[in-house]
């Protein structure tokens, strides 16, 4: 056994180590979309503000008002462009229209406040007040057809909302929503939005996804990327895309949904929500600051609904916490036994140094007895001995290095873990969501590692770089500024080591073995020689 193959294992268990703390990654197309929507969420105080100005403009004119039909108008106005940005004062202006109608005995005016009142209710979560207005208070023999249009259409939204709220306490014995589609089929023209909805809603209900992709895009054709039912129908595309287990896609609808809810100030919403829990196993700070601005909205929105279902979110973060705390407690436990191998290689390593030594001794004393070969045999054990000597510091570095490590780690989750525990007693959530989202400890011990690694191995391999380049056509070679290993090299760096398996080198590089697998593919493509013998060549470097 040499020097240079045991201090290779030494620097194979030195990645196994550090690779049980790397993080999942989010793939490029997913960071791009997510980035983007980042700067429509910096700006997000700034439409908040216009949409705040235009609703005060409202509020103006309706205190200014003295004719109660002016006034009622202005207040149902106001009280549409208030639908989604804050429960509370819906409520008010619509309350405060419905007297007004009642103070002029306009029964029509009346009707079209409260079924608007109702549908308020229904998407607040307010089942149990959607359901007294919307089925006691209202007959729909006595609207007229604009509004029966109007009366039957809440009446079907609110069916559909609440079959998918399906965990709420107040939840009612109501008419299906499938139960209102003919009538409003009748009532609708065909190429209205709302026919085209019902129709979408209907086509996914019975599977026919490619019909109901087909209308979600005329939805979509019909308003601009700007306007509020953009946001809607976007979610709903979103909805088509899950159903076909297309997850790129349906992120990137959820991500322009979430876009246009911003653009309009919407404080009622699902699509942030949704982005935040589809990333929380590849990008958990973003996921937080995502969650606590839904959190915001939703409390400052002031309905029901939105607050409990992200609390069921919370239950999630809940388990990837615990899920966490298992991975560290595991990582610790690996660090032990790896750093107990390490001491059992280097020991090993020491032995046979030794052992090599007394041989060449011997000989060295046998030689000795010969005038002629005195100057070989010195110079042969003074260069040994040199070996000797570099092999105990590098044991005592790598020693001290682990120790060192292992030490910071253990003080580290100790601490970590006593701050969290303290957190969770005292019922402090929103602090603990915000040390959560805070912690890169994870990516800085990726980096570290990869670090380590590249420093080690061209320590061992000086010209692996020049001579893996060598082997590839021109256009394929890299070389790192820096004078790290690139991703590629890094790559077949540890299949130098003798690591073959693609599971086993995505394990240890952090990245799926779908991706290790492409890496290689395109490094092969690229190889002078014969592509099947390349690996090979590659393992006979340095050698």
């Known amino acids: 056994m040499c020097l240079n193959k045991?201090?290779?294992?030494?620097?194979?268990?030195?990645?196994?180590v550090t690779a049980c703390m790397a993080p999942a990654h989010t793939d490029r197309k997913t960071q791009k979309l997510l980035d983007e929507l980042d700067g429509f969420l910096a700006a997000r105080e700034l439409y908040i503000a216009k949409?705040?100005?235009?609703?005060?403009?409202?509020?103006?004119?309706?205190?200014?008002?003295?004719?109660?039909?002016?006034?009622?108008?202005l207040e149902f106005i106001a009280a549409s462009e208030y639908f989604a940005f804050s429960f509370d004062s819906t409520q008010a202006y619509l309350k405060s229209a419905q007297a007004l109608a009642l103070s002029i005995q306009d029964l029509k005016r009346y009707h079209q406040a409260s079924i608007m009142l109702g549908h308020l209710y229904a998407k607040a979560g307010n089942y149990l007040e959607a359901s007294q207005i919307l089925y006691d208070?209202?007959?729909?023999?006595?609207?007229?057809?604009?509004?029966?249009?109007?009366?039957y259409w809440t009446l079907y939204d609110f069916s559909k909302d609440?079959?998918?709220?399906?965990?709420?306490?107040?939840?009612?014995?109501?008419?299906s929503a499938a139960s209102f589609r003919e009538q409003l089929y009748q009532m609708l023209p065909s190429d209205s939005p709302r026919y085209r909805c019902i129709l979408r809603d209907q086509l996914m209900?019975?599977?026919?996804?490619?019909?109901?992709?087909?209308?979600?895009r005329l939805l979509l054709g019909g308003v601009r990327p700007e306007d509020r039912d953009f946001a809607i129908h976007a979610f709903f595309q979103s909805e088509i895309e899950q159903m076909r287990d297309n997850q790129p896609d349906r992120m990137s609808w959820l991500v322009k949904s979430a876009e246009c809810d911003i653009v309009n100030a919407v404080r009622d919403y699902a699509s942030l929500t949704m982005v935040a829990q589809l990333i929380l196993t590849t990008d958990v700070n973003r996921s937080f600051r995502y969650l606590r601005l839904s959190q915001e909205d939703a409390l400052v929105y002031n309905a029901k609904l939105r607050p409990w279902q992200i609390s069921r979110f919370l239950m999630q973060v809940e388990d990837a916490y615990q899920e966490r705390q298992v991975r560290i407690t595991r990582s610790g436990q690996i660090w032990s036994i790896l750093?107990?191998?390490?001491?059992?290689?280097?020991?090993?390593?020491?032995?046979?140094?030794?052992v090599r030594s007394r041989k060449l001794t011997k000989l060295r004393m046998e030689l000795e007895k010969s005038n002629n070969s005195l100057a070989l045999a010195n110079a042969t054990l003074n260069g040994l001995n040199q070996q000797i000597s570099r092999a105990d510091k590098v044991k005592e570095r790598y020693i001290l290095n682990f120790l060192r490590g292992l030490s910071a780690q253990v003080s580290v989750i100790r601490a970590e873990d006593n701050r969290f525990r303290n957190l969770l007693k005292q019922g402090k959530a929103d602090q603990l969501l915000k040390e959560l989202s805070i912690s890169g400890r994870s990516e800085k011990a990726r980096d570290e590692f990869y670090e380590t690694f590249d420093t080690t191995f061209l320590a061992l391999y000086p010209a692996f770089v020049e001579k893996f380049n060598a082997l590839l056509k021109e256009e394929?070679?890299?070389?790192?500024?820096?004078?790290?290993?690139?991703?590629?090299?890094?790559i077949f760096a540890l299949i130098r080591l003798g690591v073959d398996d693609s599971k086993v080198i995505a394990t240890m590089l952090d990245y799926s073995p779908s991706t290790i697998y492409n890496?290689?593919?395109?490094?092969?493509?690229?190889?002078?020689?014969?592509?099947?013998?390349?690996e090979e060549q590659v393992k006979a470097i340095g050698k």
Do not use: C, W
Request: hydrophobic residues 45%.
């Open 6 to 16: 045991n201090m290779i294992l030494a620097a194979a268990v030195t990645v196994l």
């Open 51 to 73: 949409k705040q100005d235009q609703l005060d403009a409202y509020r103006h004119l309706i205190n200014a008002a003295q004719d109660p039909v002016g006034r009622y108008e």
């Open 137 to 151: 208070q209202i007959h729909p023999d006595q609207l007229s057809i604009p509004l029966q249009e109007e009366y």
């Open 162 to 175: 609440m079959a998918g709220n399906s965990g709420m306490v107040e939840r009612m014995s109501i008419p």
């Open 205 to 216: 209900d019975e599977g026919r996804l490619d019909a109901a992709d087909s209308v979600s």
């Open 339 to 354: 750093l107990a191998i390490l001491t059992l290689i280097l020991s090993l390593v020491t032995y046979f140094l030794i």
């Open 476 to 490: 394929a070679r890299e070389v790192s500024p820096d004078g790290r290993l690139t991703t590629a090299q890094r």
């Open 519 to 534: 890496y290689k593919v395109a490094v092969k493509n690229a190889a002078l020689g014969d592509r099947e013998a390349f």
